[in-house]
């Protein structure tokens, strides 16, 4: 079972809790049963965590608020979800606080390096030294999401164990990345501009991956994301069978 926290859209003049159908095929790739979370307060933490055995954090088209590390919002005009930083942002440390697995994909990856002290650049495309990561809105979604630019696997991490391999090409669809990565987070993929593209949690007794590109993205056809999406199914498993192995 792996949750998957919601995010929060008005669809006319009704509020809605929405998760992305390809997020939830690719925990099923994964060989697990999606549960979708609308949102849960701090109370409620505990028992959801208790029925799961991983969790996968989305992208989105909104951003974490700034406020959660300490910046004005740069730009109005990009969405917000306040709904899901009130929860998620305090949910995750106590994820990886019980070594539960968790793959965290463009959205989820800027999320949990907030949540864990980190900060975002708000504009990738507006920093000295860096390229413009995102996609043409208005290209078809087969070319917005398609292969867009190499990454370097860093060596001896959780990726580089995962893949094999020591450069692998992802799509690149986003506009804000990681500033300056969280204590306690360990670099696994680097865009050649040098941007943090895939990191993991260094200590953690589980598996603990956040990755800036959409492995979600035509899984089923991509051999890097299906070699993801096994191993974090194959840690869930792992995860359920020692805490809650099958009766006798």
């Known amino acids: 079972m792996v949750l998957v926290p919601a995010c929060n859209r008005m669809l006319g003049q009704h509020p809605f809790h929405i998760a992305g159908k390809k997020y939830l095929d690719a925990v099923r790739l994964a060989g697990a049963l999606p549960l979708i979370v609308p949102s849960a307060s701090p109370a409620e933490f505990d028992t959801l965590l208790d029925l799961a055995d991983g969790v996968l954090l989305t992208g989105s088209p909104s951003n974490v608020h700034p406020g959660h590390f300490g910046e004005a919002v740069h730009d109005p005009a990009l969405p917000l979800d306040a709904v899901r930083d009130a929860w998620t942002l305090p949910l995750i440390p106590l994820v990886i606080a019980r070594g539960m ?37 208005d290209d078809p979604v087969e070319v917005q999401y398609g292969l867009s630019h190499p990454v370097q696997v860093q060596p001896g991490g959780l990726l580089a164990r995962v893949l094999a391999r020591d450069e692998v090409m992802v799509n690149s669809v986003h506009g804000q990345g990681v500033r300056r990565l969280a204590e306690g987070l360990r670099v696994e993929a680097l865009a050649p501009d040098g ?32 070699a993801m999406l096994r191993a974090f199914g194959a840690a869930c498993q792992d995860y359920r069978d020692l805490h809650r192995p099958p009766s006798r």
């Open 101 to 137: 697995p968790l793959l965290a994909i463009c959205r989820g990856f800027q999320e949990t390096n907030v949540a864990l002290g980190g900060t975002l650049h708000q504009a990738v495309q507006e920093v000295a030294g860096l390229h413009d990561h995102r996609a043409r809105g």
């Open 195 to 226: 941007l943090v593209e895939a990191f993991s949690v260094a200590d953690s007794p589980g598996f603990a991956l956040g990755v800036q590109w959409h492995p979600e993205w035509q899984a089923a056809d991509n051999p890097v994301s299906m």
